[in-house]
């Protein structure tokens, strides 16, 4: 009987959402949609109903070790591992499963980022429990596919080997697309064989284990010598040592698309990745005039389709708007057209 | 020889804007233009190249007493006048008229407000070394009047009696005019015989005393009685007892506009009552884009016809504002456009 373990990847830095979001506190850590939860703590919460917090790990950077543990005080410590360089998703999730197939040879794992949304966790759970019960049947590589709802050139896609399937239904992956043009995303759409990569892995231990060792040697070598240490005083110091030897890789580019094997089950539980202004706007609570507040209340007049976010202020009043972000935190205030999002890594780039 | 002072009232509470001027550090205290300056520090060095510290009086509300010792050490505590409550002009006038005379009988008096703006100052000094020279001879009442540039209808006129004028040439009154709907204010602009009412009064301490007597003899019969401890110990309690019994109107309803011998001296001397976020935007120092910042130094990108006034942001970034106030102070932030600024005060009315 193969155990269930979940792996959080909460390395993340977030530099779209300056300033609410910073490399202090990125957006996986933050209450980003105003509902009283920080993304990664939504994120553990879907799980718990299928997943005991014992086995759930959450893999972050070394500056974040504090953050996890405050935010997630149900996971033991033991299970927060920490990268002490950031070497991208490949590194990153083999440090994780060499570890949890190390005590747990029988694991099966799911992998996802923290800080994407899912408004339908119940449906997500029934996606997941599926993927587990397939992956579980052997050297099968599962990623969940979103189906889209929208010519999106902001995400990556999965094609997949039939044609129109159904949510729940495990299908072939014929190849991996990055992001497209306007046009293609639109074919795309209209394809019905084109699902949205949300970064969301399922797999056993072992089926992961022998994929990066076939495919990411050089990373399966340092992951080999690391282990030696794994679940001892010497760990630590080990994978400092070690850890940022590894070639800074994402799976996608390490495994996914060179591994023939991979399935994907089109799933709808309404994901988002929540990385933009818009998305974070489209997925919050929003009044008659379409407008987002988190934070205190902001007393809005005449204003339209605005996304306000703010921290530290005690009042905020804003007349005369539309379509506009309003976000403050920590004295740092950005104002910026929700059309013009794009713009604000350059603004920001000195601080 | 008479001897030249000084009255700046000081008791206003600025609630046009909001946040930058709250009832506890009202618009007189605050520098509002980011010239480092407070507007009355401003108004007090306009004076001291014609007039000794010692002989510079300031009215306020007992809540900004320390707040004025702290801006305007120089002057003597002494000189420092609090209202117990507020009772308009008039009583505040009397106040320190009477007080003045006490203390030195032939004194001549400028009275103005703590909170205008005068670009340029040598100029304004000279009107005001006329208005002294004018008013020590006698009886007048001498009120400065601003020749108008624009048709504006948010001062009071003074109506001129004879035809057009020229600086600094002394004219008769004929009469003060309230605030003109538009036309009104075209046609007073084309007149050449009508002046913006600044509020700026010249006379001797025998002369306004005697006017208040005549014309207003309610505060005149509380002024006499107070007077009898004033420069005593028992000052204080006196005006806090006797002072909120007087009348709470206008110098110029209460004298101004029934004494029939009132002159003005033309001026122009860049006079603005920076009653407005537009007159506060015309007058601040503004970048190629007519942006106008205080505080910390915002980045605008794409902006244009904004007024940026910030007080504990650590960092501002504006992308895609034409026309706006951006205000922010202790944690308050108002964001609205320059053409509704009149709403503010609703807007702020359970502050």
Known sequence: MTESHVVIMAGGIGSRFWPMSTEDCPKQFIDILGTGKTLIQMTVERFLPICPASNIWIVTSERYGQTVKAQ???IPDSNILTEPAARNTAPCIAYACWKIRMHHPDANVVVCPSDALVTDPQEYRRIILRALEFSAQGDRIVTIGIKPSRPETGYGYIETAGGTCSSGEVVKVSSFREKPDAATAQEYLESGRHLWNAGIFVWTAETICKAITRWAPQIAGVMDTMSADFYTPKEKETTARLFPTCEKISIDYAVMEKSPDIYTIPADFGWSDLGTWGSLHANMKRDADDNAVAGVSAELHGCSGCVVHTDSLKRVIIEGLEG????????????????EEQKIRDFRKED
Not at 325 to 339: F, M, P
């Open 72 to 74: 997630l005080p149900q």
């Open 324 to 339: 506009y972000i309003v976000a403050e935190k920590d004295g740092r205030l950005l104002i910026c057209r929700l059309s």
